[in-house]
């Protein structure tokens, strides 16, 4: 058959088709199949055998110039039509070629059921029969009509197309069948391994979850556990005592058994003899030990008799002594009063003739006209001189009597100051050099002079508030100088 022009319909008539009366559907797929009237474009003949459909849109839906169409269900015609569209657009060339690599993809092996055994799916395209694809490939290669009812047949072209052998694309239609088949069972066999690793992954979680969480009823047993264990440790322990109890009760029966049998044999004499012996060992130890402690409970009565004389011995020379040092103190403190009165006075005696002398010295000069007054003048003064001289051995016996000495004297705006030194009357090196002056508001100062290096020795027996500067008043002084003479003089220092 010559090929189709340009603009021109080809209508394809079938042989053999049954009446329209005489199709019956097989079953009730058939009858849902035969209820659609949907419509699948190609762009070519090789489309169509390979179930590649073009998809449809709105505007080739209304306009039939783009191409060719086939209908599902009971459509009986297969209508081709050039239009002035193609001359625009270039269609596939219809001739038949052996199939490619890309032909036999997954996508172009799906095969349309043109004998009424599935129905056409809601999204326009065929569902796959892959078990009718080789019959439907071999009936259309050799332009035969279906055995069965069939909706849709086509009468052979005479286009002169370079077909290849049908068994050729038959077995290349299944090896790639195959292949595709063995992909999607490696991929299932991935999915499957992936399941199982997810699957034992999340058994490994759950056991540690199970490990790590406790219930409430896992605590409660654990407690039990650990209360039951308790009361078998007890009861062990308790049986274990009972048993060595029981041990113990034997022995001493079987040990009372041997004694009996003894004394039955004649041992009882025997028994009987070295308990007297005993008997009188003890006795013997028991006189020897009250000899003893009569022995010593006289001599303990004897060191407590001297002890006690001593202590009282000790006592009464104890208080002798304590008398004596109060009458000593005593007689010390009056002495100390009645040597301070005259040291008071001897101070305001030397002060008197300090005081004369001056005058002397302001009134008299070169006279010449007053003989008399010059011999009374120097008569005076060798009185004077011998009150002072007399003043000077009161204070040194004053000295010498108390170990106190007064070096020289001042005044300045505070008042009068005196510098003064203490010794010892042992003479054991003691000393202590201070200023010692007398306010105008009626208290007196001590501001000592002690080097650390050099008065070592005194500072080891002076008391802590004579190691600096101290302010008291006038009416204390004489308990500032007792407190001065008896850390130097005291029995105690050494």
């Known amino acids: ?125 065929p569902r796959p029969a892959t078990a009718e694809l080789s019959q439907k490939v071999s009936r259309l290669l050799s332009q035969e009509p279906a055995s069965g009812p069939v909706g849709l047949t086509y009468q052979p072209y005479n286009l002169k197309l370079d077909l290849a052998p049908p068994e050729h694309q038959i077995v290349a239609v299944k090896d790639k069948e195959i292949a595709i088949l ?17 699957n034992e992954a999340k058994d490994k979680l759950f056991d540690e979850y199970r490990q790590v969480r406790e219930t409430e009823a896992e605590v409660q047993l654990k407690r039990y556990k650990a209360q039951v264990d308790v009361t078998l440790a007890a ?5 274990a005592l009972q048993e060595a109890e029981l041990t113990k009760s034997h022995r001493a029966v079987s040990d009372l058994h041997l004694k009996l049998t003894s004394i039955s044999n004649g041992e009882a004499d025997r028994i009987r003899e070295r308990l007297e012996d005993e008997k009188q060992d003890l006795l013997r130890t ?17 060191v407590e008799r001297e002890l006690k004389h001593a202590r009282s011995a ?13 009458t000593e103190q005593e007689t010390l403190r009056k002495e100390l009063a009645a040597e301070t009165e005259n040291s008071k006075n001897l101070i305001a005696q030397l002060n008197q003739v ?32 011998d009150l002072v001289d007399e003043l000077k051995a009161r204070l040194a016996i004053i000295g010498d009597f108390t170990g106190f000495t007064i070096l020289g004297g001042g005044k300045d705006a505070k008042g009068k100051m005196y510098d003064c030194i203490v010794t010892d009357l042992k003479g054991r090196g003691y000393a202590i050099s201070f200023k010692l ?41 004489a308990f500032f100088y007792r407190t001065l003479f008896e850390a130097f003089n005291s029995s105690s220092t050494s």
Request: hydrophobic share 25%; aromatic share 4%; with cysteine.
């Open 1 to 125: 058959m010559p090929a189709a022009k340009k603009g021109t319909t080809i209508k394809v008539k079938v042989k053999g088709r049954p009446p329209r009366a005489a199709l019956k559907p097989l079953n009730a797929a058939d009858e849902e199949f035969r209820k659609l009237n949907h419509t699948v474009s190609f762009n070519s003949l090789d489309d169509l055998i390979l179930q590649k459909p073009h998809q449809v849109t709105k505007e080739n839906h209304v306009s039939n110039k783009a191409g060719k169409r086939v209908q599902c269900g009971n459509s009986s015609e297969v209508e081709t039509t050039a239009g002035k569209a193609r001359a625009k657009k270039p269609r596939h060339q219809s001739s038949l070629t052996p199939l490619s690599d890309e032909a036999m993809s997954s996508e172009h092996l799906k095969p349309m059921n043109i004998g009424g055994g599935s129905q056409c799916d809601g999204n326009h395209h």
């Open 235 to 239: 009861k062990a322990k308790i049986t």
């Open 182 to 198: 063995e992909e999607k069972l490696k991929r299932l066999q991935k999915d499957v391994t992936q399941l199982r690793d997810a």
């Open 314 to 326: 000790a006592r009464e020379e104890v208080q002798d002594r304590l008398k004596e040092l109060e």
């Open 354 to 385: 300090r005081s004369v002398n001056g005058q002397s010295g302001r009134v008299g000069g070169p006279t010449t006209g007053h003989a008399s007054t010059n011999v009374s003048t120097s008569r005076a003064t060798s009185s004077n001189g």
């Open 437 to 477: 002056q007398f306010h105008t508001d009626g208290t007196c100062s001590f501001d000592p002079f002690l080097d650390e290096k050099r008065d070592a020795k005194t500072m080891a027996i002076l008391p802590d508030s004579f190691k600096h500067y101290i302010r008291f008043d006038e009416d204390a002084g």
């Open 286 to 302: 028991n006189e020897e030990l009250r000899s003893n402690y009569d022995t010593q409970r006289r001599r303990r009565k004897d």
